[in-house]
């Protein structure tokens, strides 16, 4: 079973950074595609960030250019570096495992918690 655990949310001022990081079990890389979304006060979960088996890396539009994904093979994480907050950037952020090639939220499999992001203005 794929056990996911995210770490790093937090308190941010508008413009400032913040690094969000998923906690895998050790074997839980290997054969998934990787995603990072958010879920805003009163709206459905959204799509933010994909990287997939192939190594092909996907944004949504309106994160791309601040926000960075990865994955550290030796601390077994994958990683969410957030720059530029912006005050819409406020969501529980989720990072999620799946076998599809899709950035839908309900195609992924296996889902951390969830951490708050808040940016204030």
């Known amino acids: 079973q794929v056990q996911l655990v995210e770490s790093g949310g937090g308190l941010a001022q508008a413009g400032g950074s913040l690094r969000l990081s998923c906690a895998a079990s050790?074997?839980?890389?290997?054969?998934?595609?990787w995603g990072w979304f958010r879920q805003p006060p009163g709206k459905e979960r959204e799509f933010v960030a994909a990287?997939?088996?192939?190594?092909?890396?996907n944004y949504a539009e309106s994160v791309k250019g601040r926000f960075t994904i990865s994955r550290d093979s030796a601390k077994n994480t994958l990683d969410l570096q957030m720059n530029s907050l912006k005050p819409e950037d406020t969501a529980v952020y989720y990072c999620?495992?799946?076998?599809?090639?899709?950035?839908?939220?309900?195609?992924?499999?296996?889902w951390g918690q969830g951490t708050q992001v808040t940016v204030s203005s």
């Open positions: 999620a495992a799946g076998r599809a090639l899709t950035t839908t939220p309900v195609d992924y499999d296996h």
């Open positions: 050790t074997r839980a890389f290997r054969g998934f595609n």
């Open positions: 990287l997939f088996l192939s190594g092909y890396i």
